[in-house]
């Protein structure tokens, strides 16, 4: 059976689930017609989904059509989950973009485009909502065919509109299709010109693809249904053509013709580039024939952890023919792994299947070693495919149990979440001594909590990182500390004395010893550096570690009875303490370098956003409508980078944030924080 892979691509809201939905129900796969309102959804099962009426999971639907299998991959269109989009675009060979008739291309659209056309997919345009208020089919194409690509040309126009939309006419067919059921009908009158001179522009788009149409078309000889659907077919496969359907998925109207375009437009995998991975023995790169005799080779594209199933790997085959209760090689971690029972899955319904073969996309449960990305293969043939190139974890929260019990668990469940998302991060930061978790924004670490707390039972709070300053001196001081106590029977007696220097940034801590004529006995000398190294931690400004700074034992003196190691160490804390608080000390920050990439038309407001938060900018580099800004900024000022640029850039701008030294924190900015700091106790 022939097989298509198809990932659907939107902005939130542009009515996608609604269009899965609809072919679902069109096909027979399911008997009754879901809805993201009431939750209903096939592809939104999770409840987090059905609460917030919106895709989080990328979901897979696999279902038959005019005798093809079509597995449809439904991600969110949120960009905060634009991690989901990026697996689903690496394991598929077409692409359909869904836009809304009223709301035209927004910037969802253009970022998923972009990445549809990096992966080179051949694409459908589907403009949904032709039933809504406000919704204008000719509008809508003229901001496809500027915003996205002119090559972007109708396929069909609509009869009607808004509340008068009844059904569509096709220009490959010259037939008119009615309503829901699609109804054959004739074209009307008052289209005839516009179907004409729509259906002669794409004929002629199309027959470029083909050097023997061309000469047809020029002589003006007829060329035949037959000849343009496969000249439509090369030219959208080539990347020449895309073809633009219109309906409404809500009413049902277009939804086949859409199925019947899959089919006849977009690649099956054998008719797609070809395959290429890299041979696990020799490095070298190698194609993969896509057919079931080739050795099994797949990629696992997605992992869901299920706190009653286990975990489940979504996986796609490239070549050969995996079996249920099996052995197969990850060539990622060189070894071996268990296969047990493989699924088709629908949905939250899971199919048991004996075999997944060649170009089609399956799921195993509680496989031990692999996760997204790996490579699944034959031991005796191991070769490893590109892995998923996931976006960058930008937005930065600390993550705090609720309870000592949520404790204990959130460090089991979090590398499980991460397992499930790899768009997200987790880190403990040392220094503030808490967990930090990143994601894409701020929505995907609240939909995060959300999933920790309904999956696993787990309470936590985000709360903005601290941010991890530290304490110098600024000039050379000595101290001197005599640690003296009397107390019946033997006493408590250390004396130190301490030259403090800063260091230039970055220096680091030294401890050194210059003791003359044994002033302190050998053996005291390793207390005195455990006291200075514990009060190094806490500084004597706001309590923030001590760095840059080289401290000197070089004189003191000892009892030959009250002397012990409890009174060096206390002696070596006291002398330091007292010798930060001599040294003119200051508070030192992270700095931060940037690296932004926004449409040219913002490059303005990013530089004076960046002046307002203490950064500057070190240079920039534009190109085809893009600019590149290098900055650098404080930390404490980027907390919140990732929502700012998106609204100062309407969700269109992207950055990269990287440590890069520490610098002063100026006078002002130094008075609030130590205040803050003391505030908080």
């Known amino acids: 059976m022939q097989i298509r892979n198809v990932v659907l691509l939107s902005h939130q809201g542009a009515g996608k689930t609604s269009l899965t939905e609809s072919m679902l129900f069109s096909s027979g796969a399911i008997q009754r017609l879901g809805n993201v309102e009431n ?14 009426h919106m895709g989080i999971n990328l979901s897979l639907l696999p279902f038959e059509w005019q005798g093809m299998k079509l597995n449809l991959i439904d991600p969110p269109g949120y960009a905060d989950f634009m991690g ?22 927004e910037v969802g659209t253009e970022q998923m485009w972009g990445d549809a056309e990096k992966a080179n997919l051949p694409r459908l345009i589907f403009i949904n909502k032709m039933d809504r208020d406000n919704a204008d089919f000719f509008a809508t194409l003229e901001g496809i065919q500027a915003k996205l690509s002119p090559r972007c040309l109708p396929l069909q126009l609509p009869i009607g509109s808004q509340s008068d939309f009844q059904g569509i006419v096709d220009l490959v067919t010259m037939k008119a299709y009615i309503g829901a059921a699609s109804q054959e009908a004739e074209i009307p009158s008052t289209l005839r010109e516009q179907v004409e001179a729509s259906r002669e522009k794409l004929i002629e788009a199309a027959v470029e693809a083909d050097d023997e149409l061309i000469n047809k078309y020029l002589e003006g000889e007829p060329i035949n249904n037959e000849e343009i659907l496969a000249v439509i077919k090369k030219s959208t496969i080539a990347g020449k053509l895309v073809p633009v359907f219109v309906g409404s998925a809500l009413q049902g109207i277009g939804t086949q013709q859409v199925l019947n375009g899959i089919c006849y437009y977009l690649p099956s995998p054998e ?7 890299k041979d696990g023995a020799t490095g070298n790169q190698e194609e993969i024939q896509p057919n079931s005799e080739s050795p099994f080779s797949g990629l696992v594209f997605k992992t869901s952890a299920d706190p009653y199933v286990g975990k489940l790997s979504y996986f796609r085959v490239y070549s050969g023919v995996i079996s249920s209760n099996s052995q ?7 070894n071996m792994e268990r296969i047990g029972q493989l699924f088709t899955v629908l949905g939250k319904n899971q199919q048991p299947v004996p075999q997944v073969a060649a170009g089609d996309i399956g799921a195993v449960v509680r496989l031990s070693l692999t996760t997204t990305g790996d490579t699944l ?4 043939h191991p070769v490893i495919f590109p892995g998923i190139e996931f976006p960058r974890a930008n937005f930065s929260m600390a993550i705090q149990p609720q309870t000592k019990t949520d404790l204990d668990k959130m ?41 920790i707390r309904r999956k696993f039972g787990v309470e936590v709070k985000l709360d903005l990182p601290k941010i991890p300053y530290k304490e110098t001196i600024t000039m050379s001081t000595k101290a001197e500390y005599k640690h003296k106590k009397q107390t019946g029977g033997h006493g408590q007696y250390g004396h130190v004395r301490l030259e403090l220097e800063p260091l230039p940034r970055g220096g680091g801590f030294e401890f050194a010893k210059k003791i003359v004529g044994g002033a302190i006995p050998q053996n005291y000398i390793p207390s005195v550096e455990k006291g200075v190294n514990e009060a190094k931690q806490e500084g004597g400004l706001a309590g923030y ?29 006291q002398a330091l303490k007292k010798g930060l608080s001599q040294g003119q000390p200051v508070l030192l920050e992270p700095i931060m370098n940037l690296t932004i990439t926004v449409p040219e038309t913002y490059t303005g407001d990013i530089a004076s956003d960046l002046n307002t938060k203490r950064g500057h900018v070190l240079g920039m580099s534009p190109g085809d409508g893009i600019n590149v800004i290098e900055a650098q900024a404080p930390y404490a000022e980027l907390t919140r980078y990732a929502i700012d640029l998106r609204s100062m850039t309407q969700g269109r701008g992207s950055f990269v944030m990287e440590f890069d030294h520490y610098e002063e924190v100026p006078a002002h900015v130094s008075q609030k924080v130590i205040a803050d700091k003391k505030k908080a106790g």
Not at 412 to 432: A, F, G, K, N
């Open 271 to 277: 008719e797609k580039d070809i395959f290429v991975a």
């Open 377 to 380: 293969c034959a031991r005796e």
């Open 84 to 105: 989901e989009v990026r697996s689903g675009l690496r394991v598929t060979e077409g692409a359909i973009v869904v836009i809304c008739a009223a709301s035209g291309v």
């Open 545 to 573: 570690p001590i760095v840059d700074v080289k401290v000197t034992l070089y004189d003191g003196s000892f009892h030959a009875v009250d002397s012990s190691d409890i009174a060096f160490k206390i002696a070596g804390a």
């Open 328 to 334: 197969v090689w990850n060539a990622n971690k060189n």
């Open 39 to 52: 939750g209903t959804a096939t592809s939104d099962y999770d409840p987090l989904e059905m609460e917030r």
């Open 411 to 451: 460090s089991t469940v979090l590398p499980r979440i991460c397992e499930e998302d790899p768009s997200l991060q987790t880190r403990r930061e040392v220094d503030t001594n808490e967990f930090i978790i990143s994601g894409v924004g701020d929505s995907h670490l609240e939909i995060i909590k959300d999933k």
